[in-house]
């Protein structure tokens, strides 16, 4: 029969009670094997904009390809062997029941992690980090017990964090830099005989270069009309962009403690969560718009759900970018740089204790290398 790859939205009708259906990926492997995958949940009207969303379609994609393939090695058409191409281990009743007999905290290696992060002395912003990667296996659901540690297992793991194309070389590094120290630990305490991470390696890769919004794509983004949801990020990312703040800082902002105002502007004096470094950054004009809308106390959203809608307003403004809400901070430093602030102010707004970092996050406008020359042909003589 023919393979049949499609997205349904709420094939379980939960909309009219629940408000949200689930987004899903159906492969129909054959007559009676279907895979169903769980993408995301959302609302009618989001799924309307998140439907041609370019990461959904790279997604169908990958397992067409994939679905391909199968068929073209020969291989059965079960969910058992494409869940072996996607990484995902099938869990039959045996496998259950053994995790259920195998749950305690000193034979599962999730709760070991949390357990290991819950007593740790450091920053709240670095466990949050590290409770990412735990959430990550638990998605994955190919590492639960000590036993589950293997070279094999980490290879799969790797390959499940870069299935969907969203995560760059370097994210997918972070993922396993975390996972591995709790590994080395389980190891150091006895609980496995050898660490994996010993024996497999994986590469930081390179970083991709983000790319800034411009002023007038941030302007189009000021003025779109957005759902509720969408539109409480999209002011806090536009607060992001026009004052430098990270997605942590501005979620640990108090606009009543941290900022004194000198001449018109107001100024945020503070230290970044992540490295503690202090900055000193200006509140522009449409950052105090939307601490207004507010009253001057910005929402409260996770990252993930942030980065969630900030994907469905890419696809609404119809740019050729991806949108994070890191994207905000190059934006901020393109823009400083663009109306001709030293880098070194650029830095100290953004609280960079080496310019360096500085460069990296600010990329430097064709059209102000153009004025800048434009200058220089009419200084020489």
């Known amino acids: ?67 391909s393939a199968m068929e073209l090695l020969g291989e059965d ?15 039959t009743a045996e496998k259950v029941k053994e995790e259920k007999s195998n749950n305690g ?29 735990v959430d990550a296996l638990k998605r994955w659901g190919g590492i ?21 194309g969203t995560r760059t070389d370097v994210a997918v ?33 390179k970083c991709k270069e983000r790319r800034p919004l411009s002023e007038i794509e941030l302007k189009k983004m000021r003025e779109i009309e957005l759902p509720q949801r969408e539109a409480r990020v999209r002011d806090l990312f536009i607060f992001a962009s026009y004052t430098g703040l990270a997605f942590c800082d501005t979620q640990d902002f108090d606009f009543f403690t941290m900022t004194e105002q000198i001449d018109d502007l107001f100024y945020i004096d503070g230290s970044r969560l992540k490295t ?25 959203i996770s990252n993930q759900k942030a980065n969630d809608s900030l994907h469905m307003i890419e696809v609404r403004l119809g740019l050729n970018k991806p949108v994070t809400f890191h994207v905000a901070r190059h934006s901020f430093a393109t823009l400083s740089l663009s109306h001709d602030i030293p880098i070194e102010k650029v830095a100290r707004m953004l609280g960079h204790k080496d310019v360096k970092t500085t460069q990296i996050y600010a990329k430097v406008l064709k059209s102000t290398i153009a004025n800048h020359a434009n200058d220089l042909s009419r200084a020489i003589i």
């Open 105 to 133: 905290s000193n034979n599962n290696f999730i709760e070991f992690m949390q357990k290991a992060i819950e007593v740790e002395k450091s920053r709240e912003s670095t466990k949050r980090q590290k409770y990412v990667a």
């Open 1 to 67: 029969m023919a393979t049949n790859v499609r997205v349904v939205f709420d094939r379980r009708k939960r909309v009219e009670a629940t408000g949200k259906g689930n987004v899903e990926i159906i492969i129909q492997l054959s007559r009676l094997a279907v895979k169903k995958i769980i993408v995301d949940s959302m609302t009618p009207e989001e799924w309307e904009v998140y439907k041609d969303a370019p990461f959904l379609k790279r997604e169908i994609t990958n397992y067409q390809k994939i679905v």
């Open 276 to 300: 503690g470094t202090n900055f000193f950054t200006p509140i522009l004009p449409p950052a105090m718009e939307v601490l207004k809308r507010y009253n001057f106390r910005l929402p409260k």
């Open 173 to 205: 590094y972070n993922y396993h830099k975390r996972v591995k120290l709790y590994v080395r630990l389980a190891y150091e305490r006895g609980l496995i005989d050898k660490d994996p991470y010993d024996i497999v390696k994986f590469p930081r890769g």
């Open 77 to 91: 058409m079960t969910v058992d062997n494409f869940n072996k191409h996607i990484g995902v281990e099938t869990r």
């Open 144 to 164: 639960i017990t000590m036993a589950d540690l293997t070279v094999k297992k980490l290879k799969e793991f790797d390959l499940w964090l870069r299935e969907d």
